[in-house]
């Protein structure tokens, strides 16, 4: 098609052949598309370049529509190769009713009543047992096989979905529509999860199909995560995050009347703000499927504890933050007093925004058992006693033994 564009356009300048297509021949997608790719005349310079990217995007598009094409042969195969295997269970079952039927409803004749008793006992006893265990049988391989497809197929959209994400990534730095694709993905995962706890508590004997299902999963999360998580710390660099620890806001750190430090999460506001709230919904919900998979894998357990981790979202605030403060901590090194003084002024300042902004959004993705208030208190506490243990207590240690020493 590109090149017929471009036979189109050479006739029409050394005036041979047809002429250009009349704007009225185009449908109104193309010709929002020529009117957002050329606003002015320089435009026209980028015409090889969107010929180009154009020819990426088919090329992309093909690729998808072979892999979707070698996943539908694929299951079409093994929903083959299943539906004959029922198909012959189907019709041991049926000569089963048959021959069940045949014999209570067509006694032989001259058989005595002793002879109907004992036949009736063993048809009680031996055929309508062995019958239901085929029946059951038969209803145990439909399920197992629609289950795997289904499976398949979820599991195929994510991959699909991670890929497409990722390619995407590298061609445009749309965060728009990486978010999109990544949230989408999230919800195949959900799906996929909600069949494995069924199948868990349902089919325990499943484990080979549970297994496998799992593999395919970690290895999507295992892209997905990583990438969200560039995506989120991205953002809070555009917020201005961590906050600027020096100037006024840092003196007289004793003091109780220094001026709050500024918030960049109370001054967000339009499209930021709607990024940075996707954004952290998606990291929400990734936890919260993270911890729903690994109480599944754990169940029998006991190892409530190990499933728990901190939030995600809050450390990524924390972590960043921390590092900024270091450079004051390094400072005050035989004052830990203004080391404390400090990291309780960073608490106290942000603790509000973590009730007001981030709360709601923790409790929109359903993430259970989570305080962002108490995820950020404790974060900051655990930052500040790493600090202290690598940093300030050797040397207040050293000093000791030293004094020690003299004063013996």
Not at 36 to 55: C, P, W
Not at 128 to 135: D, F, Q, S, Y
Not at 261 to 288: A, I, T
Request: one cysteine or more.
């Amino acid at each position: 098609m590109i090149e017929d564009i471009h036979g189109v356009r050479s006739d029409a300048i050394h005036g041979s052949g047809p002429g250009l297509p009349r704007p009225t021949d185009l449908t109104p997608s193309i010709l929002r598309f020529l009117a957002d790719e050329f606003r002015a005349a320089e435009d026209l310079s980028k015409s090889a370049d969107l010929e180009s990217g154009i020819r990426d995007r088919c090329a992309n598009l093909e690729a998808v529509l072979d892999d979707l094409g070698r996943r539908l042969s694929e299951a079409v195969a093994a929903y083959a190769s299943h539906a004959g295997e029922v198909e012959g269970l189907l019709g041991r079952v049926r000569e089963g009713l048959i021959d069940l039927r045949a014999s209570v409803s067509e006694p032989s004749q001259g058989v005595g009543e002793g002879d109907r008793s004992e036949r009736s006992e063993r048809i009680l006893l031996e055929e309508l047992p062995a019958l239901a265990k085929e029946v059951a049988r038969v209803e145990t391989v439909r399920a197992y096989a629609e289950t795997a497809l289904k499976l398949d197929s979820l599991i195929g959209d994510v991959e699909d979905t991670v890929s497409s994400s990722v390619a995407g990534k590298l061609r445009t730095h749309n965060a728009v529509n990486s978010e999109e694709t990544r949230q989408m993905a999230i919800s195949f995962l959900k799906d996929i999860e909600d069949i494995l706890i069924s199948v868990t508590k349902t089919r325990p004997q499943w484990t080979r199909l549970v297994a496998a299902v799992d593999h395919r999963v970690d290895r999507a999360l295992a892209v997905l995560r990583p990438q969200a998580i560039a995506d989120h710390r991205s953002l809070l660099v555009s917020l201005g995050w961590p906050p600027p620890l020096t100037g006024s806001n840092l003196l007289n750190t004793n003091s109780s009347k220094t001026a709050e430090l500024s918030n960049p999460l109370f001054s967000m506001r339009g499209d930021l703000k709607s990024k940075y709230s996707d954004s952290f919904l998606s990291l929400c919900c990734l936890q919260e499927l993270q911890r729903r998979r690994k109480t599944r894998q754990l169940e029998g357990y006991n190892l409530e504890t190990l499933i728990r981790q901190p939030l995600w979202v809050i450390e990524e605030l924390v972590n960043p933050i921390a590092v900024a403060a270091q450079r004051h901590f390094s400072k005050w090194v035989e004052k830990p007093e203004f080391v404390f003084a400090l990291v309780y002024k960073i608490t106290r300042d942000f603790v509000d925004s973590m009730d007001e902004i981030l709360q709601p959004l923790v409790d929109k993705a359903r993430l259970v058992g989570y305080s962002c208030r108490e995820e950020w208190i404790s974060g900051m506490v655990t930052a500040l006693s790493l600090y202290l243990s690598k940093e300030v207590f050797p040397s207040m240690l050293i000093f000791f033994r030293k004094a020690h020493h003299m004063l013996e």
